[in-house]
């Protein structure tokens, strides 16, 4: 019940995104099944690598740029659209207000350990978007080359 | 028939378009690119920064012409990136007249009015809140976070020709959204305070200059990437100073 919530939530937060970036009406649905994916991704791999939040970040990112690519070629509209709104869950906002609370009360080890913290998740989900993007024009490449 | 200056302008504006609306670099050059072949153009090469386009192109029989603009504002509207590149790749198929396809960019760049003002910034402020429930707390926070929000972003929409100072908006959402969460909190209506004020402020997150960062950067395009993600890095900043300026104040 709790994960339905959850997964619900996503849907909503994902589309809510979506149109405070203006993306095109038609992608809404599409918007909000990749905020799901992302989301009930990133719940099965917190599970799968007992609470490791940089990892599931990782990978859920990964699923997320998967599945933007796809839904982006079918339905001939830019990936940015896609990509932008469903990282949005993944976000390290927590870990980020922490940083700033911590440093703010003069705890600057505590501090400082949370915005490693941060770093390490914002820094992962880049690098998934990154790879997928790689992975993309690599995928284009060889299909010239096939069809050449 | 069409002179190359005028192919030049319906590119150029076309690639203004697209970047002053939040698109990556590759994606404007190949725009350009492709509505200059789409003319029967021989050679064409481009020059995009996050603030400028360079482009400049040659017929094959001696003449080549130059444009340059600069782009001075930039915000966020996906559905104009989508459009402008449905139009360049409908340009291959069936090539317009130059008074046609500016038509149409003008139709795309002005896009339709927004009416549902009020409405919307409530829907955006419910939708936020979502967040609380993503983050397991207890979903009493929803209500904090809705007014939090929505306060956030109604001062946003009035502050006029403040807001168009960079990083400037981003510090007094910081500041509001951190307020109202602060003062629901000190009166009992929320028992997160941390994820009150994290969900409030993130309609602000910069997730287009992240992501446009790292796409230009595996792309080749090292200016735009460095400058899109220091514009991602301070705006982040901002947020928490506006939020710690809110909790210095009333702590």
């Not at chain 1, 649905?29 to 007992?50: D, K």
């Not at chain 1, 440093?103 to 997928?132: D, H, P, R, S, W």
């Not at chain 2, 020059?47 to 504002?73: N, W």
Request: positive net charge.
């Amino acid at each position: 019940m709790n994960i339905l919530l959850e997964l619900l939530a996503a849907f909503i937060i994902v589309i809510t995104f979506g149109s405070i970036f203006q993306a095109p009406k038609k992608s809404l649905w599409l918007l909000g099944l990749t905020g799901t994916i992302c989301w009930g991704s990133f719940i099965i791999l917190e599970q799968l690598t007992s609470y490791n939040v940089i990892i599931a970040s990782f990978i859920s990112s990964v699923i997320v740029g998967i599945c933007s690519e796809l839904f982006a070629r079918i339905m001939k509209m830019p990936v940015t659209i896609f990509v932008i709104a469903g990282i949005i869950p993944l976000v390290p906002g927590v870990p980020a207000y922490n940083t700033m609370l911590f440093i703010l009360q003069g705890e600057y080890i505590k501090g400082l350990e949370k915005g490693i913290n941060t770093l390490m998740i914002a820094g992962a989900i880049a690098f998934a978007i990154a790879i997928v993007g790689a992975g993309a024009r690599y995928h284009k490449e060889f299909q010239k080359k096939i069809n050449s | 028939m069409i002179t190359p200056k005028q192919i030049l302008n319906i590119a150029a504006y076309a690639g203004d378009i697209i970047l002053s609306n939040g698109g990556e670099i590759y994606r404007t050059e190949d725009t350009m690119n492709r509505i200059c072949y789409a003319y029967g153009i021989k050679y064409v090469d481009s020059l995009v920064t996050p603030t400028g386009i360079f482009i400049s192109i040659d017929d094959g029989d001696g003449s080549s012409e130059t444009i340059v603009k600069r782009i001075h504002k930039r915000r966020i509207n996906l559905t104009k990136i989508s459009q402008v590149n449905n139009f360049s790749r409908n340009l291959q198929k069936k090539v317009l007249s130059y008074q046609a396809a500016m038509a149409e960019l003008r139709a795309i760049n002005e896009g339709k009015p927004k009416t549902k003002l009020k409405f919307g910034l409530l829907f955006i402020s419910f939708g936020v809140s979502m967040n609380v429930i993503l983050m397991r707390a207890n979903y009493i926070n929803i209500i904090p976070t809705i007014l939090a929000s929505l306060g956030a972003q109604i001062v946003i929409k009035k502050m006029g020709f403040l807001g168009d100072i960079n990083f400037i908006p981003e510090i007094v959402a910081g500041f509001i959204g951190g307020f109202i969460s602060l003062f629901c909190y000190k009166h009992g209506l929320g028992d997160n305070l941390g994820i009150i004020t994290v969900s409030a402020i993130l309609p602000f997150v910069p997730g287009v200059a992240l992501t446009n960062s790292i796409r230009d950067a595996i792309s080749g395009d090292l200016i735009s990437a460095t400058s899109r993600g220091i514009e991602a890095t301070l705006i982040a900043i901002s947020l928490a100073v506006g939020a710690a300026i809110s909790l210095g104040v009333l702590y």
